[in-house]
């Protein structure tokens, strides 16, 4: 990162200055007078040449590293856009600083343009800059673009990156123009490219053929010795299994898990094109924990960042020694959060459940994006668990909220004492999981949830697979009504009577107020109340067992 941002200043620096043009040609020199001084500086030329340097060869290393080019395309666009930098960076130092040191050349943008210019190579030169920049400015945004403070600029900084390239073209024809229009420096252009400078010329097009063919020589090296790490690790049968949700894989050990899902075109998200930055790939190990390499620095750092629990890795990062088995925790494909069921298409009376996740969007000013929907996986997760757990059927899934069913199965009575159960059930699994992830006040999702029972007409779309199930009746508008009251009475539990009523149960302590449905429009009695009405029903012994059993296989 630090190499990369001292060339992006650099190549920066200079598409500013040829933009100066523009103004004038005595302008642009100015400029570039300052920037000799910096660059040519003891302290600047360790800067800029170490950072060239460093950079190359940790790019050299990365592509050794990397088992696939199965990558998207932004990624290969601005790793083959990388390998120009050094083209452009060779063309600079012998046209500049050999030319200088060497041979005394002035280093000024009269003798450079000009011979450019009459050489007509003034379009090679341009074309030369725009791959770097477009190299820099990707890596930027896959460094940056989680970032609050770039999410609000990415507007100004793309008319930035867009918009300086241009200037810069412009300064520099304008400068080409005005020195073609300049006896003087027309005839010191023709001065140099004459006999007299002959000897300078070949020497300075010689060490630029040297330091280019030692450039694609050690490209061709690096490359050679990937390809030959590759075929040693598949020649061995030296192969591992890795297993997902939906399939298993076998890949040579060494190979990363998201290089694996890419290599496969398993679905896999990522952003940071695995710096261990973003922490969208993350997975959670199942089984193989004891063959994962511990997490280096980098992978620890973002880990700690998002609260993550012991057995999740970062599949960019994570190179098991043998047969694993995770599940990536950020979906990219459309999830199924529930069985498929019989075609039903039926009135009857049912209970309702939504939970509301209340404060998804202040949180969504706090967290980063990927960070939120790790929450609200988490959440999600929780609360259908509770759901299921209690014959609910799950309806409709998603950033706001969670609608679920009762009753399909069972009479109203049964499906009411269920739907509570799955109530409580939610508060408990809720507390646990805020206790786990140590999140505290503004920091912590708040979910509401509202139950009611009435009449409703329940069908499914067969053309979805899974079946989706749509709810629709007066049941359906009155559940909406009470998600109003609670949450203009801000409470976190919302039974209407006629669960109650059902269920057989006594109301909670708690506001007891009267909301008029939208539907029907006869008011309903609603507790509201700060906690469920009924507790979780508590583990039998064998189900104590079953759990301990349970957590000993899963290691």
Partial sequence: MASGLVLFVYISAHLINHALGLVSLSVAEEGLGFAVEVWSSTPGTLLLYGAAILHFFLALWAVYERRTFRLPPAELLRIALGFTLPIILINHFANTRLAYDMFGLPSDYTRVIA??????????????????????CLGLHFAFCRKPLYRRMRYVLFAIALLLPVFSAFGFIAMGREISTNPEAAAAAQDYLGPAHSGERAGITRWHNRLL???????????????????????????????????????????????ASRGFHLPHASMCGGRARCSTCRVRVLEGDDVCPPAGGDEQATLRRINASPDVRLACQLRPEGNVSVVPLVRTARPVYRPAVQQRSTEREVVLMFCDFLNRDRLAHHELPQDLLYLLTLYGEAVTKAIRRNDGILVAVGPDGILALFGLEHDVERAARRALRAAGAIEHALADLRTRLGREGEHEMQVAVSIHAGRAVVGELA??????IMVVGSAVDALHDLRRSAAEHGSLFAISEPVTTAAGVEPAPGEVVMVRTSGSGTPIGVTLSASSPVAPPPRSRLEERGAALKRIWSG
Avoid at 121 to 135: D, F, I, K, R, Y
Avoid at 247 to 256: A, D, I, L
């Fill in 115 to 136: 011979n450019l210019w009459i050489a007509d190579s003034q379009g090679m030169q341009l074309g030369l800059l725009a791959p770097g920049w477009v190299h820099g």
């Fill in 213 to 259: 063919i030692g450039y694609f020589v050690i490209i061709g090296a690096a490359f050679g010795a990937r390809g030959i790490r590759n075929w040693v690790e598949s020649s061995r049968k030296r192969l591992i299994s890795i297993s997902y949700p939906e399939r298993m894989v076998r890949v040579p050990r060494g190979w990363s898990v998201l290089e």
């Fill in 463 to 468: 053309s979805t697979e899974p079946p989706a």
